[in-house]
């Protein structure tokens, strides 16, 4: 029935359109430019196509969705969380020029987007925007552009507005369309600071984030992660200023006119909306390795050229697992604290938190999780965010792999082990039977940050460590993960893909009772924990956990001294704090014995610290309410921030200043981080 319904609709749509193209070329004749507006605001009113973005998405047992629906000739029209219509019309290249304004807070200039047409009788092309200022459309015909006519959708949701051009009638399946835009000083993808929010303090910063659905606030776009494009930029700052993207830089910046200059770049692997990224601010580099520099402020980058010294080491460790980076270089940018994630696989330009900055390297393992984005997430996409753990649960898998290639198979089971436990709080923190602990969430109406988590990284890469063991090992799996890749590189896929590769790959291999035996539906589709609990080789663990349980059991702590971990590496020593935070609260008493011993206010291991403070405010330590508040407003990670503002929320004594910490701070934090902490502390943003 719906394959019926929505094929009236087309039909309906096309006749439509066909009889305002007709009048469009009788008020060209005439000149009316202003009747040309009116008729095609026609189109915005008559809306078939306002849920069409739902066609192939898949309700329920999913077990056959990959034969039902989502192999379908139209992979294109699956998104819930885009408005555009690629199955119409899709992109294949973007070039970008734009001004960067930091007065105003705005980029300004236009995008040419080369287009193509999917539907033979659709002249309609169709963009994600969201709070994006179109001053014109055109088609572009060498170098003469005709003006045609657009409307921009009412918007009102997270998915932002419709941008809605009437493309003239072409014999050609191509067209170049020039649109003239703006962004806004509040676009929910750009974050600009102020010279007293960055490190140096004396110039303004600008970076993006555009993933999940936050490039449709930096460009006019079809935001989904289904739809690949190349990308040129020419991108105007003032003088003083760099330009990073991620693309291959073309050359040095242009010589000065009236104190502005020009940075060029060049992406040539087709990439998704959520992938394009700019940051702007007075920054340096270092040379790292072949391929690779990396970028900060000034008084920044040595310590990260240090910090991230492994860099080519884990680049090749990546290729000999997975086959040959494609991408050129692979350089880092250091940003301000402000910035959301651990890290942003951006391509040819990963994003980095500053509290990877540890003194000894001991978080570098952030660099491996987006070294290996460069093939699972970048090369082969998830389909839409829905299918997020193709991404990152794929990601978190070779990443892992990738440090067990270089320190040895059980530092790889020991991050494992610790994935597991944030993967049991995460369920115990959103509880075992929310819809976000599915592997596959329903994000119909739904925003995709909202989903965001542990559950698509850890749970992801549970499933594909339960299969790698069930069919022999790493290396009987290895070559089949490769495989997939091969497959599916340049492209999009579904979970229902990867279950067709991998029962096609092992078919004459494994057992038929062994690949029936998986519950592919409980894996994709159940909440809460896996249905499998996994055994993890945890000799590099017993002592994390021999000191955890001294600490449970003592009465007097007299017995404890900083020698019992002389020997810990800092991974031991997250995860000895990780083992306590699953236990009841540990009195004050306690708490303050263990700072005594092992200084942990003082550390500088911004993944130790954080454990160290939620453990505090779990033990209602009032002493540490306000350094943890610092912490958290200083370096508003999410993984970080989120989790202590919860704490000090959830407590009569911490409420308040919680609140008025975020108040103060709210400005200097990104979109993503504000809007999720309102959510936290029952707030409304913006």
């Keep these: 029935m719906i394959g019926v319904f929505t094929g009236a609709i087309a039909v309906g749509l096309l006749g439509l359109t066909s009889l305002l193209y007709t009048r469009w070329m009788a008020t060209q004749q005439r000149g009316a430019s202003e009747e040309i507006s009116d008729k095609f605001n026609e189109l915005d009113e008559f809306k078939p196509d306002e849920g069409v973005a739902e066609w192939g998405h898949c309700e329920g047992d999913h077990q056959h969705c990959h034969t039902e629906g989502m192999a379908a000739p139209d992979r294109f029209s699956v998104d819930p969380s885009t408005l555009s219509r690629p199955d119409f019309w899709r992109v294949l290249s973007t070039h970008f020029d734009l001004a960067a304004d930091f007065d105003k807070k705005v980029l300004k200039g236009y995008v040419d987007l080369v287009i193509e047409k999917q539907a033979s009788e659709e002249n309609t092309l169709v963009l994600d925007t969201r709070d994006l200022t179109i001053e014109s459309a055109a088609v572009l015909d060498g170098k003469r552009e005709t003006a045609v006519p657009f409307v921009v959708g009412k918007g009102g949701d997270f998915r932002g507005a419709k941008l809605k051009i009437n493309l003239p009638p072409s014999s050609s399946s191509k067209l170049t369309i020039r649109i003239k835009y703006a962004t806004s000083p509040g676009s929910s993808g750009l974050v600009w600071l102020r ?329 994709l589709h159940g909440t809460g924990m896996p249905p499998v609990e996994l055994k993890f080789d945890n000799s590099l663990a017993q002592a994390s956990d021999a000191l955890c349980g001294r600490w449970l059991d003592a009465k007097d702590c007299s017995c404890f001294s900083p020698e019992d971990i002389a020997s810990f590496t800092a991974a031991q020593m997250i995860e000895f704090l990780a083992q306590l935070l699953l236990q009841p609260p540990l009195p004050v008493e306690k708490l303050q014995a263990l700072d005594k011993c092992y200084n942990l206010t003082a550390s500088q291991n911004a993944e130790i610290k954080f454990r160290w403070l939620r453990l505090c405010l779990r033990g209602k330590w009032e002493d540490m309410i306000e350094p943890s508040l610092a912490f958290a407003a200083e370096y508003q990670r999410m993984k970080f921030c989120r989790p202590i503002f919860r704490e000090c929320y959830a407590w009569d004594k911490s409420k308040d200043l919680a609140v008025e910490t975020y108040k103060k701070y709210r400005d200097t934090m990104s979109y993503v981080t504000a809007t999720m902490l309102a959510k936290d502390l029952q707030l409304s943003y913006p």
């Design 195 to 523: 010279p007293e929010q960055t490190s140096t303090k004396t110039h303004p910063y600008l970076y993006s984030h555009s993933e999940a659905i936050h490039g449709r606030s930096i460009f006019p776009c079809q935001d989904t992660p289904s739809v690949k494009s190349t990308y040129t930029a020419k991108i105007t700052v003032d003088e003083g200023l760099t330009v990073l993207m991620s693309a291959v830089g073309k050359g040095a910046a242009s010589p000065a006119i009236n104190g502005q200059v020009s940075f060029e770049f060049e992406q040539k692997v087709p990439i998704p909306s959520y992938l394009v990224a700019i940051a702007i601010g007075n920054v340096e580099s270092r040379k790292i390795g072949p391929r690779s520099r990396v970028w900060a402020e000034g008084n920044v980058v040595d310590r990260a050229a240090y910090e991230f010294a492994e860099t080519e080491e884990m680049l090749q460790a990546a290729e000999a697992l997975v086959g040959p980076y494609v991408w050129g270089v692979y350089d880092l940018l250091v940003l301000p604290p402000s910035f959301p994630f651990g890290g942003m696989e951006n391509p040819c330009l990963t994003f980095l938190t500053p509290t990877l900055l540890a003194g000894d390297r001991s978080l570098a393992n952030v660099v491996a999780h987006e070294i290996a984005h460069s093939w699972t997430g970048n090369l082969v996409t998830n389909l839409n965010w829905e299918h997020f753990w193709l991404n990152e649960g794929f990601t978190v898998f070779l990443e892992r792999k990738i440090k067990g290639s270089m320190m040895g198979e059980p530092y790889r089971q020991f991050s494992a082990i610790e994935g597991w436990k944030s993967l049991i709080e995460e369920v115990k923190t959103r509880g075992a039977d929310h819809p976000f602990t599915k592997l596959i969430p329903d994000l119909k109406d739904c925003d995709p940050d909202d989903a965001f988590g542990s559950v698509p990284y850890e749970k992801g890469h549970s499933f594909l460590y339960y299969l790698e063991q069930l069919v022999g090992g790493a290396e009987i799996f290895n070559p089949c993960f490769r495989a997939w890749i091969e497959k599916y590189k340049y492209s999009a896929a579904s979970s229902f893909d990867f279950q067709k590769h991998f029962e096609e790959y092992f078919r004459q291999s494994v057992k038929p009772e062994v690949l029936s035996s998986v519950d592919w539906k409980t894996w």
